[in-house]
């Protein structure tokens, strides 16, 4: 006798969660920015040129060099126990930075805060990375990515003239307070979003050390090709785009004597255009097809930089940059989210690590390598070789998605296997 067995149910999108995610990532890297801006201010005041160079690398070195262990550790004990004890501690030290910083006018304590500051985010970067993939599934994860690049756009726009006005109203306490609060809020709301997350299976003993493991992010791009080209593609569009918007846009108002409200004014407009496409993509991008948002819109970008090098007037290149920042807003998602579909099971701490890294690695790498080559071929011609080397993204990101419907042809033990998003044709990124 025949039997129908019912359909298991869809897995959904927890947006409660997200939601606290998204409100607690917002107070926090506001939070951060404002201190940014409010450190260096501060230790321009304290010791000039030399004293804001101490804290920016006090700031970025540590939590650069801490990522890989932050992988390494999200790995093994679960983003929920890192997180949260982490997180406590980052309070703890802003609050009693804001006491110190009230009381003593010298540059060693901002140097210390920065530093501490720096490793508990390296320490954390990758938790809150992974938690994302937790909250919804593979097709809806597009639009959680897109939601949550909101917030990531809108807080440094948010948070610098934060820093700025609160620098100017109560000095450095009183944006640290601002910071404590942020980071207090976010320590609310990670609670909330890690409730019943379980910490992993011990490990056996004898197992890899955590110095070894650190390194699990860039073994796992050498053994699969669909995590390796998305890796390539996201690195290559944010090698890409920095100096152009870094070096080459202000370069080029000043020598036009177009003034600095024009770079505001392009920078706005890419912003907008980001913005409002990643509110449609909040909304919509488990329905536009994968090839469209990696591939096609990767392409554009690049020539929509192309254009910005020649456009002959602010108001042209505002609008290229409005262009731009429309693509952007659904392509950075999109690449975000197909790195994620293919990082194998439980590995996820260790890739989001090197993910990161190559995030904060490309902006110095950018200008270290563009500015010189902007000496012999001018400007113009710099900023035309970034927009081709973004061509490399949409190429990469094609190579990744065909990786991704060959791997399944070939059979590979099971800690090796790609954990593979759907076919191309799906729309789950």
Known sequence: MA???????APTVDWRRISSLVVGQAAVQAGSFALLIAMSWTAVQLGGRGAVTAVTLAATLPRALLLLFGGALTD?????????????VRVVVLTAGVVVTATTHTLWPLIV????????????????????PHLAPQEHLGRANSLFSMVLRLAPIAGSPLGAWLVVVGGLPVAMTAAAVGCALWLGCAAHVTHGMKRPETAAPGGPSLLRRSGDGFRLLAVHPRLRWMFVACFAMDLAFLWPAEVALPLRA?????????????????????LASAALGAALAHRIPTHLKLVVTGTGLALGMGAMALVPSPGLLAGAAAAVGLLSGLNGPALVTAYQQAVPEG?????MSTFALSGIGAAPLSLAVFTPVSLHLGVTGTWLMCA???????????????????????????EDRIRTAPETTATSV
Do not use: C, N, Y
């Open 76 to 88: 093994l004990l679960g983003p929920r126990a890192l997180l949260l004890r982490a997180t406590s």
């Open 3 to 9: 039997t129908s067995l019912a359909d298991p149910p």
């Open 347 to 351: 590995r996820m701490g260790a890739a």
């Open 388 to 414: 081709g080397l973004a061509l490399v993204s949409p190429i990469a990101a094609a190579v990744a998605l065909r990786a991704g419907t060959t791997a399944k042809t070939t059979e590979r033990p099971t």
């Open 254 to 274: 000043a020598d036009q004597g177009w003034g600095v409200g024009a770079v505001a004014f392009v920078l706005a407009a890419f912003s907008a255009g980001a």
């Open 113 to 132: 805060i920065a530093l501490v500051d720096g490793i508990l985010l390296g320490l954390t970067g990758p938790a809150s990375g992974v938690l994302l």
